[in-house]
């Protein structure tokens, strides 16, 4: 430790030491126990700051892991949103789509629906000029039997009437022959009547005188 001469001063060695320099001794020793203290303390040191260094390590670790954390739920936050969003996209598309399809089923439907509504109005509009037309020809028939039916009835009437005439004449004739008949035959009997009251009045006159 370059204490050499100050142990020994005369330059001769001794098993023990005869008149060291405690001056040089002191001075030659400072720096090596200066070098030994902070050695032994650096050793303390070195502990102490690799226990603080570990320490902060834990701490900026820790606070990595807790940044590190944080970004993977953001980033996972941020991708279930993104996917949410995707989803809900998606989901009004589809609904979207689903509408339009709905919409276009309904408006086929509903076109759908006035065809056959047109088709069966013409239809019935079809039907009942058919209807009308053969209640016209049925009610032309019926006019014409009903005319017929006059025509027939007037004739009937007629000849009946012709008949009842002839038979009233031919009645009325014979009647009126009978009549005729019976006047002469009461003419008859009136005049023979007569001529017998006469004769008889003549037969009292001649019994009186």
Do not use: C
């Not at 001056?23 to 650096?42: D, N, W």
């Not at 065809?115 to 013409?122: D, G, M, Q, R």
């Not at 006469?198 to 006159?205: I, K, T």
């Amino acid at each position: 430790m370059n204490s050499w001469t100050s142990w020994f001063p005369d330059g001769r060695f001794h098993l023990v030491p005869q008149h060291p320099d405690a001056g040089g001794l002191l001075l030659h020793s400072v720096a090596p126990m200066l070098l030994i203290a902070l050695a032994e303390a650096s050793s303390g040191y070195r502990r102490y700051l690799a226990r603080k260094l570990k320490a902060l390590r834990e701490i900026v670790q820790a606070r990595e892991d807790y940044e590190h954390t944080l970004k993977e739920q953001r980033e996972r936050q941020a991708r279930l949103d993104r996917e949410r969003a995707e989803r809900e996209r998606t989901e009004r598309d589809r609904a979207d789509r689903e509408a339009a399809a709905e919409y276009q089923r309904r408006e086929s439907e509903a076109q759908l629906r006035k065809i056959e509504a047109e088709a069966e109005v013409e239809k019935l509009a079809a039907k009942t000029a058919l209807l009308e037309r053969e209640a016209e020809i049925e009610a032309a028939r019926t006019a014409r039997e009903a005319e017929i039916e006059r025509e027939r009835r007037r004739d009937e009437r007629e000849s009946e009437d012709a008949r009842i005439r002839r038979e009233a004449e031919i009645e009325a004739t014979r009647l009126n022959s009978e009549a005729a008949r019976e006047a002469e035959r009461i003419k008859a009997q009136g005049e023979a009547q007569a001529a017998r009251i006469l004769a008889e009045a003549q037969s009292e006159s001649a019994q009186k005188t």
